[in-house]
C-alpha cells in the first residue's frame, strides 16, 4: 500500500463507521473500502429512535444516514449482515463468522456499544426490551400504545426519551431508577430534578430509590418485582440502565482496552494498523486532559474525522467540545463539556419557564459544561467558553439582564 | 427536483438536483458534499449545517426562526445572509437557489 490506494476495512456500519467510509472519499482515499456491519440496514441514526421513530414520525428512509444508492455511487462496498468473528493482527485480515477472510491495509474498528444487560431473572420473557437498534425500536413501538403499560428500568437519557414518546402515545408510563434521582452519573441535581417535574406533570410515574429484583409473567412480562417486596403490573418493560462497549475483538487481538478501546487523537489504537472509533473507543479528550468514552453521534462523528484525516494525510482536525443532546415533549435538551473538576453551579434562567441553563464551574470560574434547557444562546456560548478555558464572572452569568454575547465577550 | 449549488469556502463548485421536501443540510450529506457537517442530523441542535445564502435568494429562503437565529449568533464568522441549511427545506421556488460554506463548521 502507498499513500491511499490501499484496503480499508470498517468493522460496524453504524454511526462512526458509516461516516468514517463517507469522510474517507471525501478526504481523497482511492483505495477499496470495505464496510462490514452485523445489521440488516445500510447505517442508520439512532436518536430518532427514542424520539421522532418511535412516535411514528419518521420512517426508515429519513433514518438512513445515506441514502441506499450512495454506497454504489461513492464505491464503498456495503456488506451488511455479516459478522466479523476475529482480527488476525500477523495476517492483517479479518475473520467473518462463517469463515470468510477479508484482507485489510488498515483497519477501522467500530463496533459501537449494546445495551447493559440487568442481572434478574424473568428478562427473557416476551415483550422486555432494550433499545440500542432499529429492531430493538420496532419490537417497542408494537407493544407500545393508548392504555398499554410499561414499566421503564434505569432513568437515563434512553428511559426518559422512550418515557415522553411512550405518553405521545397514550401508554402508561413507569420509571423505575436505583439512584435517588434521575440521570444521576450524567447530569446535575437541578436539571435531574426538573426533568422528573416535568415528566410528573405529564403523567409519568416514578419509583426513585427502587431496586429490580425480578420480571414475572407466563410468556410475556406481566409485573416488575422490586426488592421492597411491591410488583408493579406492566404489559411491556424497557431495560435502560446503560452500555458496554463492543471491546471483546480487539480485545482478543491484544489491543489494549480499558472501558473502550484505548486510543490516541488521531483515533489510533496500538496495533499500528487498526484504529478504533465510536462508543468503542476510550479516548483523549484534550481539554480536559483525561481519557474518557463518550457515547454521542458528534463523538462518533469527530473520531471518524479524526481517522480519515490521518489516513489520508490531511492535517488533524481541531479538536471539539464533547456535546450532546436530548429532545423530550417540547424540551430541547443541549449539553457540551464534561462536568469533571466542578467547583459550582451557576443557574441562568428560570425553571419554571422550561428556559434555563445549568453552568459548571471549576475553583477559578472556567466553564466546564453547560446544561441547556431550550436555551441554545446559553449553549452555543458556554461551547464557546469551555473551549476558549475563558474565565467568566458568575454574577454576570446568573443575571439574564447581561447578554450571553456580552458574558462571552467577557 | 430543484438544482442547488454548493460552494465550498476555496471555491469549488458542487451543483445537484435535491428532492422538494428535504432541506438543503440533507441534499449536501446525501452526496457527500464536503463543507457541511450536520452532526446533530438536522435536529437544529449543533450549528455544524451553517451556510451563506447567495444575495440573491435571501428573499425566497426567508430568515431563521428564534431558536435558530440564537444558534446562529455564535457561529464561526456568522453573516447577516447566514442560514442552518437543516432548517431550509427545499421547494420548487428554490430551483437554483445556490449557498456557500464556512471555512469551518467547528
Ligand atoms: C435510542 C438511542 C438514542 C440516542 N440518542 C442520542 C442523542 O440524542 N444524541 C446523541 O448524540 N447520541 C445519541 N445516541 C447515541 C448514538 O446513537 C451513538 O453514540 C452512536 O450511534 C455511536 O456510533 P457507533 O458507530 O460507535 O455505534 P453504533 O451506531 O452502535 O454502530 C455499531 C455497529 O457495529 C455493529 N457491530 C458490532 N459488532 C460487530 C461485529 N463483530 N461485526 C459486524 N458488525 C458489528 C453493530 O451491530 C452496529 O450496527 C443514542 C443511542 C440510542 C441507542
Ligand atoms: S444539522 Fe445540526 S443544526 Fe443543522
Redesign the interface.
Known sequence: MSGTDGRVVIVGAGHAGGTAA?FL??FGWTGEIVLIGDEPLIPY?R??LSKAWLKGEADEESLA???AD?YGE?ALALRLNEQVARIDTAAHAVILSHGERVAYDRLILATGARARPLAVPGVGLQNVFSLRSAADAEGIKRALGIGRRIAIIGGGYIGLEVAASARALGAEVTVIEREARLLARVASEPLSRFFEAYHRARGVRFELGAQVAALDGTGAVEAVHLSDGRALACDAALIGVGALPNEELAREAGLTCENGVVVDEAARTSDPHIYAIGDMSCRPIALYGRRHRLES??NA?EQARQAASDLCGKPA??P?VP?F?S?QYDL?L?IAGLAFDVDRLVLRGDLDEARFAVFHLDARNHVQAVEAVNA??E???G??LIQQRKQVAPEKLRDMSVS??AV?AG | MAKITYVEFNGTEHTVEVKPGLSVMEGA??N?I?GI?A???G?????TCHVFVDPAWTEKVGGPSA?EE??L???DGVQPNSRLSCQIKVRDELDGLIVKTPE?Q?
Open positions: 463517507a472519499r471525501q441514526h436518536p430518532p444516514l445515506r441514502p450512495f461513492q453521534v458528534p462523528i482536525p481541531a471539539e456535546w443532546w429532545d430541547k443541549q441554545p444562546a449553549f452555543m456560548a461551547r464557546q450571553m454575547k462571552a | 450529506i446525501r457527500n464536503p457537517d452532526d446533530c442530523g435536529a437544529c441542535a449543533c450549528a431558536m440564537s444558534m449568533d455564535f457561529a469551518n467547528h
